[in-house]
């Protein structure tokens, strides 16, 4: 249980992540993609600065957007190869549906699908700014959150009204259970709102003391953590109602700093949490175990990722430092 | 803001503000294309509008939303929100943000926007919201709705813009008017949107600490006949620079009194003169421009010598704000409160409160507790009332 890695790029870690193959990759803000296991970097955005990154739906590296209105791939071997380019617009909302093999992303108002196989691409305008997207697990539906609520689209249909799910409030963020039961998003007043959506009801999950900007599912979709708190939140998917009418539970929580980012291991009940001081932890939460896998206080942590493997984590801070740790197993 | 600017690592923030063709544009590219050693990221609301090609010019949809933040509703900018997280990914690409509204904007959501979001609080800070006013178009303005008026009362500067358009005379009436809705905000001509850029951006008009500038504002002769003196000799040599004041003013903790109450003419400051460019325009003085009130955005200065009771005062302004914070634009004072050796400072965007414990005061300083409303439909003799009854009995 050590850190296997750490190295400082000086520049804000936007994204840290594994693909498929479990390969760490790391994006950063000055338009830089880093493969720290090979010490490689490539300038995928050059002069400008990445805000959002996913896997590549093959599973292999990553895909980047920028505030050069470029979406680019790059891979450990290739490099990287720009997928599309809007002057002049931020892109910096992004997700990809292994299943479907398309990319979606988002500019301000309007959302880009681009399809791998059939090379189709497709505009979905909104009235309000996009703040997060996701698919279903097939990759037939794409959900985009919006003010007010989110907007359902079909991926494969060009012109189209979409289905709307309406919540009153800004809503920033968002993420679908795996199973593509719940939809969960995260609003501007401190607070979660959920769905279910065979049938649209309306889930609140509130209590929040800050903002909460990383959602992620794990434990094979049965639990859901969220930043926002000291502690790592976490909401129970075990039933058919979802967490309705049952209560999270706060893991770890430090007084006086707040979880920033979460990651859970997909098969297991392994969550890791990155804070605002610079720590980072790792709990089994079965067994209450809880490791310190970064101790000393620094920089906020950004980013932050556990492998499929659940052996490895990698992460990255504000000022630019990305480390690997790696589990004893 | 309690971010005592000089040691803040956040990021300053200009909003600038100006009804349609006072002039923004113009001082965009300027900013952008000047060699002042400076680099702005600049969020427009037009991308078109700059000629400039240039990463850090971001389109913004002025997206304004209604949020419930505990028992404060008020209005921000989403977009925004979204849009500077993202530039703040890049610190260290630029030293400072301008924000560019529409000419029909409502400033309060945007400033309200660095109040409400925590994690926009704490990277950047508000440091201006500059309106650029139209000389030759001012009266038409005023005319046409309440967006120029309600710009002009929000603002902590004001550029009186295209000032080669109209006659001296119309121009000191014009800058009654703006005192008349604005106390507060410091005032300067330009030609063609001709201000030196580095007096525009990075002065922290907006904080706390330059609280000074909420002087004792009480009655200045609510002459509306027009009679002031006009004839202020172009030659004077007061143009000092409000700009410099405080800290580098010479006495720490200066408190500048608009109203002539000393002697300003020991401080030299090499200024251009009068009426060229870049003249920074000194608001009293022996050019006494005494404003011109309006009938529906008015300001209410109030003051006590008697030292107030701080738990009132609070509760005070708390009920106030919330029952009549849609119509107080801004408010700022400096309070005296019995038993503290410091000066408690506030000041408010609508709703939102923000105050703190600031410097102690002086010895021998007169402890004058004093605030400013700016606002539709203030109830003088209310605020007054309301003020008063918060003095320690």
Known sequence: MTIAYSKSFDSYVVAALFDSLDEPIVALADGRVVFPDLDAEFDSHPNAGILCAVVHPTGLGIVTGGDDGRVVWTTKDSGPIELASHKGAWIDVMTAAPEAQTIAYAAAKTVYLLDLLSKAQRVFRHDHSVSGIAFDPKGRKLYCSTYNGVNVWFSRIAEQKPQKLFWAGSHTAIAMQPAGDFLITAMQENALHGWRLKDSKDMRMGGYPAKIKSIDFFAKGKLLATSGANGAVVWPFLRSNGPMGEEASEINPQDGAMVTVVSGAPEETLLAAGLDDGRVWIAELQSTGIDWVKAEKGAAITALAMSNEANRLVFGDEEGFVYIYEGSE | ?393
């Open chain 2, 1 to 393: 803001m309690p971010d005592s600017a000089a040691t803040s690592t956040k990021t300053p923030v200009t909003v600038l503000t100006g009804y349609l063709g006072a002039g923004k544009t113009t001082l965009l590219n300027r900013i952008l294309t000047e060699n002042h050693g400076q680099k702005y990221a600049v969020i427009v609301n037009e991308f078109g509008e700059i000629g400039i090609d240039n990463d850090l010019i971001v389109g913004a949809d002025e997206e304004v939303f209604e949020m419930n933040n505990g028992c404060v509703c008020c209005t921000v900018r989403g977009d925004l929100i979204r849009i500077l997280s993202g530039l703040m990914k890049r610190k260290g690409k630029f030293d400072a943000i301008i924000v560019e509204t529409t000419g029909l904007a409502d400033p309060g959501p945007v400033a309200q926007t660095f109040f409400v979001d925590e994690e926009i609080k704490a990277k950047t800070y508000l440091d201006s919201v500059t309106t650029l006013v139209d000389a030759r178009h001012f009266d038409q303005a005023l005319k046409d709705g309440r967006e120029a008026k309600e710009q002009v009362a929000f603002a902590d500067h004001i550029i009186l813009n295209k000032t080669d358009l109209v006659s001296p005379e119309k121009l000191d009436e014009i800058e009654a008017r703006l005192k008349g809705l604005n106390p507060l905000a410091t005032i300067q001509r330009a030609h063609r949107s001709d201000v030196p850029i580095k007096a525009l951006l990075n002065q922290h008009r907006f904080d706390l600490s330059k609280m000074e500038k909420v002087e004792n504002h009480h009655d200045h002769g609510h002459d509306h006949d027009h009679d002031h003196d006009h004839d202020h000799g172009h030659g004077h040599g007061h143009g000092h620079d409000h700009h410099h004041h405080g800290p580098a003013h010479g006495e720490p903790g200066h408190v500048h009194d608009e109203h002539c109450g000393h002697d300003h003419h020991d401080h030299h400051h090499a200024n251009p003169g009068h009426g060229e460019a870049g003249h920074v325009h000194d608001e009293h003085c022996s050019h006494q421009i005494n404003p011109i009130h309006d009938e529906e955005i008015k300001s209410v200065s109030l003051s006590s010598e008697t030292p107030m009771d701080g738990v009132k005062f609070t509760k005070w302004l708390d009920k106030l704000l919330a029952e009549q914070g849609q119509d107080i634009l801004r408010a700022k004072g400096i309070l005296n409160v019995a038993g503290e050796e410091k000066r408690l400072v506030f000041q408010a965007v609508h709703m939102i409160l923000e105050g703190e414990l600031q410097q102690p005061w002086r010895e021998g300083e007169k402890r004058l507790s004093r605030a400013v409303f700016i606002g539709r439909n203030l109830d003088q003799a209310a605020l007054k009332a309301g003020f008063e009854a918060c003095v320690v009995q």
